[in-house]
Structures are given as C-alpha cells and as structure tokens.
C-alpha cells in the first residue's frame, strides 16, 4: 500500500501565499530586530522554495536583500503593533 503524497505544511501554504502577492506590493517581513513595512519587488521559486525580494528600513538604513517566504507577510494580516508575527487567517 502507498503512503501517499505528504500532507502539505504550512510552509508550503506560506510559499503559495507569497506566488500570489502584488509586485511591487507592501508586505510586513520579519528583520533580526523584527517585523517591519516593506515593500516585495520580485519573487522567485528556487530549489530552497520561494523567497522574495523585500526592501525596508532599518536603523535609518534601506535594505534590499531576498528572504524566504516565511519571512514575509501579508500587510492585511498584521493587526497591530504586536511584536508577534503576523496570523494568518
């Protein structure tokens, strides 16, 4: 009897999520000092899976670098100044 695909994760949901955001878009993504606006410029599915490429500030310095899906949010999923990452509905 064969297992079966897996079941699909919530990275996977997350990889799928980040295929559909707007380019260029406003997303929320998650920095070493935390979640902060940003802007998605391009995006592209690698062997690692998607990541994005994301520009936003901090310290007073403007940052372009590619991260992984799961660090870039939705900007509707974010409710509030909490620290916490982003809910996803």
Known sequence: MSAGPPDRKL????????RD????G??????????RQGWLLAREN???GW????????????I????????IASPDSWLSDNPD???EA
Not at 11 to 18: E, G, M, Q
Not at 21 to 24: G, I, K, N, Q, R
Not at 27 to 33: P, S
Not at 64 to 71: G, L, N, T
């Open 26 to 35: 406003h997303v929320m993504v998650l920095t070493a000092t935390g979640w």
């Open 51 to 62: 990541t994005g490429l994301v520009q936003y500030v901090a310290d007073a310095v403007e």
């Open 85 to 87: 990452p982003p809910v």
């Open 46 to 48: 690698g062997s690692t």
């Open 21 to 24: 955001f707007s380019l260029p």
């Open 64 to 71: 372009i670098e590619y991260m992984s899906a799961d660090h």
């Open 11 to 18: 990275d996977a949901r997350v990889d799928w999520t980040l």
